[in-house]
């Protein structure tokens, strides 16, 4: 019975108020505790295998044996200069090892158009599930969750049906008499790999959007319309610049992991439509050199965390979650 | 209102784009036919029957069976206590662990797949096998489960264990007698989705495994042979089948518990 309750004091919930240090320092020895096995799982199997990456890129492979003495080798290779020119996409490459280089270039470029069509083809979805559902929001969320879920490689491999020479879109314009031999340029080619990342990847950012338009307070919507402010103003002055944090970090969660991807390069690039996650797969096992493989992984990565952060201060990222915060 | 139907009829074709290329699968997979063309030839079942009786198949399929178990009740375990620990406790460096327990989800699988590679095979000299894809799944599934789990130690009312604290139970006690109870659908959820992940997982098995194959492995093995397409279709909608309806039931357990325990919180 509500009356008999003991009236809540505001000490009560706050459970690590400052009575005594010591209380303080035994709440964070258990927390600390208790995270103490995910703590470890990260350590040995996240931090140490990076270190280890780290290691081997300053060792050598030539042939079968593998030099384990300290050398800046793979790395002088991978930015050393050349006289002889390699020409890729009206762009000229003094390297001597213009590969990754290319690669590289050509994986952010990917990634890139494949991240800018996964946004703009998910903000308008969860624009709808934020302000216009009104009724059975949870089924909706649970469509919108399954494709989330359902395996990446088969989510590529339907592509591969699709788009393919015998596949699905080909056999059907033919069936219909529209085409009369299948379309080559379909499958096997950069576009592919844009398109079916594209769609992979989609599922994965809808519902984060969804979250930061969800957090948006209605009242400001009501006070921007009292104020004359039209639906589109409204629109571009209030819900887009504070779902703009939450925007840009799903289109960070697709943009980082794309540029590396494997699957979909190997199955609907061909050779043309190939990635830097390709030439790291090769180095680790058909061209049977680990420690360039290991370089090349690493520069990936660095490059990638330049650019996302450099990035992220020109738009003034931090200053923008700030104020969608309050 | 013009401009509604306009959204609902963008949210439709939303769905067909997300839904439609994943069903090709599916509805090729009865097509009476080597190759997914149009035309459909006729309904068969033959493809299924005919995948079933392959041995390396059952074998990948009972290895991802043991793994998926395996790394979801492991990972599950471990995630609980980060879960409560992030929720309930405060401690210095919370954000910044945070963010590296979450880190996993934005590295690109293939650097987290040579570095462990590198690691295992050249560190430490441990022969790949299904404990060393076990581990790799352990490492992807983490963020996930404890995400969910911290999603649902956030959304019930906090007052309940204080309450049974200041009755004089011991922590363990209130773990086990109120917040157990109410994080159950979040344990299940965590356990489904961790088995999902690992069930669906492909890059870090395919660099990580030594003879023994997954089921992704395998099925990434068939794609290379046109002739055993339709086996492939058959087996992809399968694992379709299987994560479709561990991720429905996640869902709604998730769905009900928030609702049954706090009725103002949608």
């Known amino acids: ?87 890729w996409m009206g762009m000229t490459f003094h390297l001597g090892y213009p590969v990754p ?33 009104k009724r059975n929001k949870a089924a909706w969320i649970i469509i919108l969750t399954i494709p989330f879920w359902t395996s990446y490689l088969l989510r590529v491999f339907s592509w591969k049906v699709v788009l393919g020479y015998n596949g699905a879109i080909n056999s059907g314009l033919m069936s219909l008499g529209l085409i009369d031999a299948p379309l080559e340029f379909l499958l096997y080619n ?32 009501e006070a921007a319309s009292d104020l004359g402010d039209s639906k589109f103003k409204r629109f571009r002055r209030i819900v887009l610049p504070l779902s703009m944090p939450g925007t840009i970090t799903a289109a960070l969660m697709v943009f980082i992991p794309t540029v590396g991807d494997y699957v979909t390069p190997q199955l609907v690039g061909g050779t043309g439509g190939t990635m830097i996650g390709s030439l790291v797969q090769q180095l680790f096992t058909k061209q049977n050199n680990a420690p360039m493989g290991a370089a090349v992984s690493l520069v990936m990565m660095l490059i990638i965390a330049a650019l996302v952060l450099t990035f992220l201060t020109l738009i003034g990222y931090w200053k923008m979650r700030a104020r969608s915060a309050r | 209102m013009m401009k509604g139907w306009g ?14 290329p994943v069903l090709i699968l599916p509805l090729f997979s009865f097509n009476d036919s080597t190759f997914a063309t149009f035309p459909l030839a006729g309904f068969t079942t033959r493809h299924y029957v005919e995948m079933w009786g392959q041995g390396p198949m059952i074998g990948a399929l009972v290895n991802s069976l043991k793994i998926g178990l395996g ?3 492991l990972t599950t375990a471990i995630a609980i206590p980060a879960a409560i620990s992030i929720t309930r406790f405060r401690f210095p460096g919370k954000p910044a662990i945070l963010s590296m327990l979450m880190l996993p989800l934005v590295v690109p699988s293939i650097v987290l797949a040579v570095a462990l590679l590198v690691i ?147």
């Open chain 1, 1 to 87: 019975m509500s009356s008999q309750d003991t009236p809540k004091t505001p000490g009560a919930t706050a459970p690590g108020r400052p009575r005594r240090d010591t209380s303080r320092r035994r709440e964070a020895l258990n927390g600390l505790g208790l995270l103490s096995p995910a703590l470890i799982v990260m350590l040995s199997m996240l931090a140490l295998p990076v270190g280890a990456l780290v290691v081997m890129s300053f060792w050598t492979q030539s042939g079968f044996t593998l030099d384990t003495s300290f050398t800046l080798d793979n790395y002088r290779r991978l930015f050393s200069t050349s006289e002889r020119a390699t020409e």
């Open chain 1, 101 to 133: 280089a290319i690669l590289m270039i050509k994986s952010l470029a990917m990634s890139l158009m494949a991240t800018v069509a996964v946004v703009l083809l998910a903000y308008p979805m969860a624009y709808f599930l934020a302000f216009r559902v």
């Open chain 1, 190 to 221: 950069p576009a592919a790999v844009v398109i079916t990342l594209s769609h992979a990847w989609v599922a994965f950012v809808v519902l984060p959007i969804y979250v930061s338009l969800e957090k948006i307070d209605r009242s400001m919507l």
């Open chain 2, 7 to 20: 959204l609902t009829t963008y949210a439709v074709l939303f769905i067909a784009f997300v839904y439609g």
């Open chain 2, 71 to 73: 790394v979801t009740l």
């Open chain 2, 120 to 266: 295992i095979l050249k560190f430490l000299n441990i022969p790949l096998s299904l404990w060393t894809v076990a581990a790799g799944h352990v490492l992807i599934a983490l963020p996930f489960c404890t995400s969910v789990l911290m999603s649902r130690l956030e959304g019930f009312d906090r007052s309940l264990e204080e309450a049974s604290r200041d009755l004089g139970s011991p922590p363990l006690q209130t773990f086990w007698r109120v917040t157990f109870p109410l994080a159950l659908p979040g344990i299940i959820s965590s356990l489904l989705l961790g088995f999902i992940i690992s069930f669906d997982e492909f890059v870090i098995a395919f660099f990580l495994t030594g003879t023994d194959n997954t089921l992704p492995v395998y099925l990434y093995s068939q794609l290379r042979f046109p002739n055993r397409l339709p086996g492939a279709l058959a087996l992809g909608s399968l694992i379709l089948v299987v994560s479709t309806v561990l991720v429905i039931v996640s869902e709604i357990i998730r769905k009900r518990g928030v609702q049954s325990d706090n009725p103002g919180d949608f």
